[in-house]
């Protein structure tokens, strides 16, 4: 079979990201492609950094969005703060702290792995003996651990980081536009994001902004980035004064980033984290009313990734199957260690919405009862409503 023109089915993307997409951000990428160095397109890049920095909450001269998605983030990062033979510490409590290490020793990083089981976060004594023992250059956490819903506090942890003299490296790839993300008051050296996660812009730039220290850390290197591509010596030259031709950005890409923070700002960020928490809420209580639990402790939930566990009996692949097949509703599967075991139920930026929220409930009650499951009739739906209705 042949696409003959590319027509994708309507789907509700309630999944690990990509995210929904307002009408407004595909339009803007539809809009007519300039080159990479008019002016029109030069002024888009000074507004997409102006509106990076109010989202990280940063007075980071240099904010930017690095193309390529978050994991080029993640790569742009590492490879630019770290030279052969420095000392790393990573934390992996999920998948993505797996993949910072990855590239970590892939750029010659001495690593150090501190674990913790997946679905827990690490303590700030944790953190504090690691870095007593290594004496490391950079110290990477994962903010937001979307293979596993556990949220990373960083505040005190950054403190300890700082007093043993080594920077600070976060992913914000799933809080950044869901959850506060405080650069400059929690002190952080260097993090990236993604677009298509709470941001709700198609896939294709990852967000990063760097301190003062970590440029200072940059500039002092005494061997080349080892990636042409990302080496942000070059790359910032083109979203800099000098307007050097690096690489030809992705134009249309940045216009949708462009709209799409437009719209993150213009609701507020206050009201925008408020939002995800209220849909979170209401979703919990109707998860609860159907018997299904998270597999993260209180506390430590991520509003926009609601990772649950699979009721005894229930099969994973018919579930999610049926609500894509049946209602066009897509969420995530467990990874790594949590394959088979959670399902994981993404309201992040566009999709965190009453509707979504109510017609998965109802959705998943149906899948239950077809599996046999002993659920009461919209206990679920039931459920979200009063919450709802208890939070105005
Ligand atoms: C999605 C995600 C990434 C990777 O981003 P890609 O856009 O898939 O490359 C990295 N870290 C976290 C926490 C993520 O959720």
Redesign the pocket.
């Known amino acids: 079979m042949t696409i003959e023109f590319v027509n994708p089915p309507r789907r509700i993307l309630m999944g690990?990201?990509p995210s929904e997409i307002h009408p407004r951000v595909l339009a803007a990428m539809a809009a007519p492609t300039v080159g990479h160095l008019d002016p029109y397109f030069l002024q888009i890049m000074d507004e997409v950094q102006s509106m990076l920095r109010q989202v990280f909450r940063t007075r980071n001269e240099m904010t930017l969005a690095v193309s390529?998605?978050?994991?080029?983030?993640?790569e742009a990062c590492v490879v630019n703060l770290i030279e052969r033979g420095d000392r790393m510490v990573v934390g992996v409590n999920?998948?993505?702290g797996g993949?910072?290490t990855d590239t970590a020793e892939r750029a010659g990083a001495e690593v150090t792995r501190i674990e913790r089981p997946f679905g827990e976060v690490f303590s700030v004594d944790d953190v504090a003996e690691a870095v007593d023992r290594v004496q490391p250059k950079v110290v990477g956490l994962?903010?937001?651990?979307?293979?596993t819903g556990a949220l990373q506090p960083l505040e005190e942890i950054s403190r300890v980081v700082h007093d043993a003299g080594a920077l600070l490296l976060v992913?914000?790839?799933?809080?950044l536009g869901g959850l506060p993300v405080e650069i400059d008051k929690w002190q952080v050296d260097a993090a990236?994001s993604?677009?298509?996660?709470c941001l709700s812009c198609p896939?294709g730039l990852?967000p990063v902004t760097f301190s003062a220290n970590a440029v200072e850390a940059m500039d002092a290197r005494t061997s080349k980035v080892q990636s042409w591509y990302l080496d942000m010596s070059m790359v910032r030259q083109y979203w800099g004064e000098n307007r050097a031709y690096h690489h030809t950005a992705p134009i249309n890409m940045n216009y949708g980033l462009h709209e799409a923070l437009r719209l993150a700002l213009d609701e507020g960020l206050e009201t925008r984290f408020a939002r995800h928490q209220r849909n979170h809420g209401a979703l919990k209580a109707g998860l609860a009313a159907l018997g299904i639990r998270y597999s993260v402790a209180e506390g430590m939930q991520l509003p926009m990734?609601n990772s649950v566990l699979i009721p005894d009996g229930v099969n994973d692949g018919e579930v999610r199957s049926t609500l894509l097949n049946r209602f066009g509703i897509e969420i995530g599967g467990g990874l790594g260690p949590m394959k088979g075991k959670t399902w994981r139920i993404g309201l992040m930026g566009e999709a965190s919405r009453e509707p979504n929220v109510l017609l998965f409930l109802a959705a998943l009650e149906a899948c239950l009862a077809a599996q046999g499951g002993a659920v009461v009739p919209g206990a679920g739906v039931a459920a979200a409503n009063a919450a709802y209705a208890a939070d105005k």
């Open positions: 690990p990201g390529g998605t978050g994991s080029a983030g993640m999920g998948v993505f993949r910072m994962v903010h937001a651990e979307t293979s992913d914000c790839v799933t809080s990236y993604g677009t298509q996660k896939p990852a990734l």
